[in-house]
């Protein structure tokens, strides 16, 4: 069975620049690091506050390499059984369980029905530390995707990887369908529209929460990172404020100052 959502996987084009990035001005700390011979990628488990991404660095990527949030990865405890049972329930699989590139444990991929790259991954030990305490970063809020058919994201992540409703959200103004699926600590967002997204990523964003956003955005662009133009600005469902900052690749970053989701 799936027992965790356990992080987004980012491809980047600087390993030193990102490393940077994300340990002196978001306080992440390195949990794991290894390396893929086969295709000489290096693999970099960083934990933020008490969430996860993985940073995929290849030393020759390829010419349409993509860069930025390519994969939500969840571990699970028996993985040929589950990666079975998703692909039987006619879920598209894209590679069948196998050891870990990097040799430390084993994993797969299959799509969901909005065309997400989903990585299981089965391991013998544990990557998490207790929470990182920053003076800025609270916690680790959620990571986002775009559900242009939600009722498929829904049956999926809620009837087949076991995930949990922990608020659903209507913005009127926009007709803006949010949904939060959660296993413990980490969160999914769901969006949906009436008239389908087809322009940009499908992996919206991450997002962490924040005293005060006008004071993290601050104190950020102190650090010479910026605030993205128009942020920061009201959230759209009425609860706080947001502000958006990326990373070296582009990646797109929320910061919100409302209460904690599951206090919502």
Not at 20 to 47: C, H, M, N, W
Not at 188 to 211: N, Q
């Amino acid at each position: 069975m799936l027992t965790e959502f356990n992080h987004y996987g980012i491809v980047i084009r600087d390993l030193k620049a990102s490393l940077a990035f994300y340990q002196d001005i978001l306080g992440a700390k390195i949990v794991f690091e290894g390396f893929i011979p086969s295709s000489r990628t290096d693999v970099v488990y960083l934990q933020i506050a008490g969430g996860l991404i993985e940073l995929l660095h290849r030393a020759e990527p390829a010419p349409d390499e993509v860069f930025g949030v390519t994969h939500i990865a969840f571990l699970s405890d028996d993985l040929d059984a589950d990666y079975a049972r998703l692909v039987a329930a006619g879920h598209d699989g894209l590679v069948a369980p196998k050891v870990a590139g990097t040799g430390h444990g084993r994993l797969a991929f299959l799509r969901d029905p909005n065309g997400a790259r989903v990585e299981l991954i089965q391991r013998d030990g544990q990557m998490r530390v207790d929470p990182i305490e920053h003076p800025i970063v609270k916690s680790f809020d959620h990571y986002s995707l775009t559900a242009n058919d939600l009722d498929g994201a829904l049956d999926f992540y809620q009837g087949r990887l076991g995930m949990k409703t922990l608020k659903l959200m209507e913005v009127p103004a926009t007709q803006l369908s949010i949904v939060y699926l959660h296993y413990g600590y980490d969160v999914l967002e769901l969006l949906h529209r009436p008239t389908p997204s087809t322009a940009g990523s499908i992996y919206g964003h991450f997002a962490l929460r924040v005293d005060s956003v006008d004071d993290a955005l601050a104190a950020f662009a102190a650090q010479a990172v910026p605030a993205e133009p128009g942020t920061p600005k009201p959230a759209g469902t009425g609860i706080g404020r947001i502000g958006i900052i990326r990373d070296p690749d582009g990646v797109k970053i929320e910061l919100v100052d409302r209460p904690d989701l599951r206090d919502l």
